[in-house]
């Protein structure tokens, strides 16, 4: 099964893209659909409303009388938690519910308002975000649902920026033209993204790769799609990971890569490795063959373990390291000095560029030379900073000096 989030601001047209989907043959879970049957008269959910509430919230038909709840609970934030510790776990229960249900090899597209605001991103094997610009919204809502301006201004308002939503967008559909682009650029996604997806999700292969990746220039999206991927992985490994970070050459800015994001999953052991597989693995991420050697060690370490993304977009590799494999410190040092150290990143481009197809085989050498030069400066570093007593932060930079 492929889950896939779907959200956008009001008036975008999100309902558009959700019909073709279901017309393709995804099952469309809409949240506002069942934020409304879980408050449906004879539902637990509405007599438990009524209790705290009082009578005075339904209308004369017995039907949840909304905005007479709105006033209640929008000025008064402990009535708003109380509306919300009613109705969101009977939300939960359902939306469970109708996921279970939907066959094993279904395309699952949750339709939800307030993903980019609740932050569920993480939840999802793609996150599809529709769009159309803040005065076309406006103008929508007042045309075809006979909004006042200001109601629609101040809803629109109310939500998450574009600016939030692009940071949690894998797919940005753009709904500002005539229905008909939006709807070919849904039926491209189906045929070339999400089905492939799913079928790879289900059989736990990776999306096939060519046999020589190129190196592109770089991609300044890269941080916000590894960012993503990272939420993923985090989101997956909960419980087992040390740290999660984004290593490798698409996390060094202005430096051209193999557009494969290199993200680094931590654990303790290999015990943990092995139980965190089965959850890579529904993620999205299924292991790329057997452990493997890190090929900036040759001492005998831990070989990290690959897991390779079912995504045909978006090429990732999880890398899979224990706690105490040096591989773990250098991958850091390594992706650091580059993004501190203009001359030596140029450098290393250069080796690049002049790889073509040998790629891995003509950047091993100097990248082992590099890690060298590399550790050298991180024990300066750290010498610099145990001298002013500093700590190293948590987000997976190292420390530095500033004055570097």
């Not at 370490?301 to 250098?330: K, N, W, Y």
Request: aromatic share 4%; with cysteine; glycine share 8%.
């Amino acid at each position: 099964m492929l889950r896939v989030g779907l959200t956008g601001g009001i008036g975008a047209g999100k309902s558009t893209v959700a019909r073709r989907l279901a017309d393709h043959g995804a099952v469309v879970v809409d949240a506002d659909r069942i934020a409304r049957e879980v408050v449906e008269p004879g539902t637990d959910g509405l007599a438990a409303v009524v209790e705290a509430f009082g009578p005075g919230v339904l209308d004369d038909d017995g039907r949840l009388d909304r905005p007479a709840l709105g006033r209640v609970v929008f000025a008064d934030e402990q009535a708003r938690l109380r509306l919300n510790a009613i109705v969101h776990p009977r939300i939960a229960v359902r939306t469970h519910e109708l996921f279970a249900a939907a066959p094993a090899d279904a395309v699952v597209v949750h339709d939800v308002p307030l993903l980019v605001e609740n932050r569920l991103g993480a939840g999802y094997h793609l996150v599809l975000v529709v769009h159309a610009p803040a005065p076309e919204r406006v103008r929508r809502l007042v045309a075809e649902r006979g909004m006042a301006e200001a109601d629609a201004l101040a809803r629109v308002s109310a939500q998450a920026d574009d600016d939030a939503r692009r940071a949690a967008a894998d797919v940005w559909l753009d709904n500002t033209g005539a229905p008909q682009v939006v709807l070919a650029a849904v039926d491209d996604l189906w045929a070339g993204r999400l089905v492939p997806f799913e079928a790879g999700v289900r059989s736990r292969r990776p999306a096939p790769r060519p046999a020589h990746v190129a190196v592109v220039d770089p991609d300044p999206t890269w941080p916000a799609q590894a960012a993503r991927v990272v939420a993923r992985v985090a989101a997956a490994a909960a419980g087992r990971a040390h740290q999660v970070d984004h290593v490798g050459p698409t996390a060094v800015p202005g430096l051209p890569a193999e557009d494969v994001l290199d993200i680094q999953l931590v654990v303790d052991d290999r015990a943990a490795a092995d139980a965190v597989r089965e959850a890579l693995e529904d993620a999205g991420f299924p292991p790329a063959g057997g452990d493997r050697w890190d090929g900036s060690s040759d001492r005998g370490v831990p070989p990290e373990r690959l897991h390779a993304a079912c995504d045909p977009g978006r090429a990732a590799d999880v890398h899979v390291r224990t706690a105490t494999s040096p591989a773990v410190r250098e991958q850091l040092v390594l992706r650091d000095w580059l993004r501190e150290h203009g001359t030596e990143r140029d450098a290393y481009a250069a080796v690049q560029r002049a790889a073509a197809g040998a790629y891995r085989a003509a950047t091993r050498p100097w990248l082992r030379d590099a890690l060298s030069r590399a550790l050298a400066w991180d024990a300066e570093c750290r010498r610099a900073e145990a001298g002013r007593g500093d700590r190293a932060g948590s987000d997976g930079r190292l420390p530095r000096d500033p004055a570097r």
